[in-house]
């Protein structure tokens, strides 16, 4: 706000400078132009001394000339005494220019004072009605770093911010729903890592007494040793359950999936993509071409579809050699497969069928950073909108496809 009151305060000095100069040029004392009827006496004086006479039919401020006598000074007019050969005359003017000039200067000063008004009007608008409160955004960012989440974000009533409020409100419950969240799992796993863990202590403690038992030779016929070595290998079989149950918990959904499933034209994804990815791609030297497609009705949800893509042309952008990617289109069975193709894969064969697993990475993710979550986290997504996705390589060419259903 200090920046822009400094801009306010310059804008000001403009005015007033601009004010000063008009009225300085206006009121500048020109002979010719200040007083015009002197140039018509000045021109009558002489065709006077040179003819004898002049003619005032012309003149646009002279309207008399009297040649002295009695009533010589006797005039309700303005007027200007000139002596020519010897005899003074009398000229009669009206100083018409003046009024003229201070009916300019007035219109002149009434338009830049209207300027100023109008000017200072719209600044003061800007400062009071957007900026102020634009400035008390500002601390949201920072409230929400620091985890407060309760307060929601008012809406102004010139609703100037109208749809970036509503991303912050909404960017701010989804936060605290994923917090909530958050929160619940590490509980649920919590409580569930406890039920296992004291499940487990009763075969645990099986098994040791059944070691001690034979480690000190309380059983010495076969027969009962191989039932206690039965025994054994039942309640290892019991704690292998639990550690099954333990690790399957642990791959168990950890993300989010939300999905609101509802209708969105292909050509709206489209332009999506390509808003994100023409100027990225063009900046890294890379090839970036989007076949033709015929628009049509899709399922599924327009954010969530179009975090599928980003995804997968996150992945391109990664693993590809950055020549070319390519994003193509085709229809099988009321479906629009959507491409995604890369130059450059270096993904082995071996490796394809597990590309969507979770925190899985193949051997060329070597020194490039990621998680192993984009393809894994968009199958969900697709599953989820009544799609599919499914990758193939093709002569080098990784071909990434996500399937929507069409309307």
């Given amino acids: ?26 009121l500048a004392d020109n002979s010719n132009n200040g007083r015009p009827y002197r140039v018509e006496i000045n021109r ?120 970036f409020i509503w991303g912050v409100d909404m960017l701010r419950e ?65 704690i292998e359950g639990y550690i099954s149950q333990i690790v399957t918990a642990s791959r168990e959904d950890f993300l989010s999936f939300d999905v609101n499933v509802g209708e969105f034209y292909l ?14 791609l063009s900046l890294i030297g890379t090839d970036f071409l989007v076949s033709d497609y015929s628009d049509c009705l899709l399922n599924g949800d327009f954010d969530r579809s179009i975090e599928v893509l980003q995804n997968i042309m996150e992945n391109a952008i990664k693993y590809g050699d950055g020549k070319s990617i390519a994003l193509n289109f085709s229809e099988e069975e009321g ?15 071996t490796d394809l069928p597990h590309v969507f697993d979770s925190f899985w990475r193949g051997a060329n993710a070597e020194n490039i950073t990621g998680c192993g979550l984009g393809l894994y986290i968009s199958r969900k997504l697709m599953r989820k909108m009544n799609g599919e996705i499914f990758a193939e390589i093709m002569d080098g060419i990784m071909r990434v496809t996500a399937v929507f259903t069409k309307v």
């Fill in 1 to 26: 706000m200090k920046a822009f009151n400094k801009i306010f305060m310059a804008v000001i000095g403009v005015l007033a400078i601009l004010f000063a100069a008009a009225n300085i040029i206006l």
């Fill in 44 to 163: 009558l004086a002489r065709q006077i001394e040179t003819d004898g006479h002049a003619d005032i039919s012309k003149c646009k401020y002279v309207t008399g000339i009297e040649e002295y006598g009695g009533n010589f000074f006797s005039t309700d007019s303005d007027y200007a005494v000139r002596e020519i050969n010897g005899v003074l005359y009398r000229f009669d003017y009206r100083a018409d220019s003046d009024s003229n000039r201070t009916r300019l200067i007035v219109t002149v000063n009434v338009i830049l004072g209207a300027m100023t008004v109008l000017v200072i009007s719209v600044i003061l608008y800007i400062k009071f009605r957007i900026l102020a409160p634009f400035e008390r955004l500002t601390n949201v960012p920072y409230e929400l770093s620091k985890g407060i989440l309760t307060a929601p974000v008012k809406e102004t009533k010139n609703h100037f911010f109208g749809r």
């Fill in 174 to 238: 989804n936060i605290e729903q994923q917090k909530k969240r958050e929160l619940d799992l590490q509980k649920d796993k919590k409580m569930l890592l406890l039920s296992l863990s004291h499940d487990i202590k009763t075969p645990l403690s099986a098994i040791k007494l059944y070691a001690k038992a034979l480690s000190t030779g309380l059983y010495e016929s076969r027969e009962k040793q191989l039932e206690i070595a039965e025994n054994i290998n039942a309640k290892a079989d019991e």
């Fill in 267 to 280: 050509s709206e994804l489209v332009t999506k993509i390509k808003g994100y990815y023409t100027e990225k």
């Fill in 335 to 349: 479906c629009i497969l959507i491409t995604v193709r890369n130059s450059g894969c270096t993904l082995a064969d």
